[in-house]
C-alpha cells in the first residue's frame, strides 16, 4: 500500500476560510474548537458532503476533480453519528478480522446482531470498524472515542492509532480531551474566530 498525503489550499466552510495545511501520510492533527466553530462542517466539506471555496488535494488528485464516490471513498468521513442503512450489523461489514472485532471489545456473533439492539457506543465502535476495513487513504474521525467509557477509549485510541501509522493514513481528528489530544497527536490546530491556528499561537490569543 502506497502511503498518501492530504492537504487543503484557500480551503474555506461556513465562517472558516483561508485554509492551508497538509498532513503527511501517518499523521494526527487533532482539532479542537468551541461548539458551533466548524469542525464538522470542515470535515464534512472536505469529505465532498458540503459546499465550499478552495481545494483539497490527496496527493496530486484533486477533490474537484474526482467523482464524489471516488474521493469518498478514499477519504473516508466517520461522522459523530453513525449512518446504517441495512437491519442486520454484518451487512455493513462484509471484511471483518475477529481479532479487530475483540479489541473492540466484541464476539463475531455480533454481526448477526440487528443494528437497532446497539448502544450509541457500540454503534461508534463498529463505525469506525467499517471506515478501517473498506481501506481508505485518508481518515476524518469526528469525536470518534465520545460516547465511550475511559477504558474503552483507551483501547480504541490504540487500535486506531496503531493501524493510522501502519497504513499511513493522514488523520483528521476532531478532539476535546486535552489528554486524548495529548496521547494522539503529532499536531494540535484550533478553531478560533473563523481561523485555522496552531495550538501554540492559538494559547497566545486566551
Do not use: Y
Not at 462542517?41 to 458532503?49: G, K, N, T, V
Amino acid at each position: 500500500m502506497c502511503p498518501h498525503s492530504l492537504s487543503l489550499e484557500r480551503f474555506a466552510v461556513g465562517e472558516l476560510s483561508d485554509v492551508d495545511l497538509n498532513l503527511s501520510p501517518g499523521e494526527i492533527l487533532c482539532l479542537s474548537g468551541a461548539s458551533g466553530s466548524g469542525k464538522s462542517r470542515l470535515l464534512r466539506a472536505l469529505a465532498d458532503l458540503d459546499p465550499h471555496a478552495g481545494e483539497a488535494w490527496l496527493d496530486e488528485r484533486a477533490q474537484s476533480m474526482t467523482p464524489a464516490h471516488e474521493w469518498r471513498a478514499r477519504v473516508m468521513l466517520v461522522p459523530a453519528e453513525s449512518h446504517w442503512w441495512a437491519d442486520r450489523v454484518g451487512d455493513h461489514l462484509p471484511r471483518v478480522a475477529p481479532a479487530d472485532l475483540e479489541t473492540l471489545g466484541f464476539t463475531p456473533d455480533v454481526l448477526d446482531w440487528q443494528v437497532s439492539r446497539l448502544s450509541s457506543g457500540e454503534k461508534q465502535r463498529l463505525a469506525l470498524l467499517r471506515a478501517v476495513a473498506r481501506e481508505p487513504e485518508a481518515l476524518l474521525l469526528d469525536e470518534p472515542t465520545a460516547n465511550l467509557d475511559e477504558a474503552t477509549i483507551r483501547r480504541v485510541e490504540a487500535w486506531l492509532v496503531e493501524r493510522i501509522r501502519a497504513r499511513g493514513w493522514p488523520t483528521l481528528w476532531v478532539a476535546h480531551d486535552t489528554g486524548q489530544i495529548a496521547r494522539v497527536a503529532d499536531r494540535h490546530w484550533c478553531i478560533r474566530d473563523g481561523q485555522l491556528v496552531a495550538e501554540e499561537e492559538a494559547s497566545a490569543w486566551t
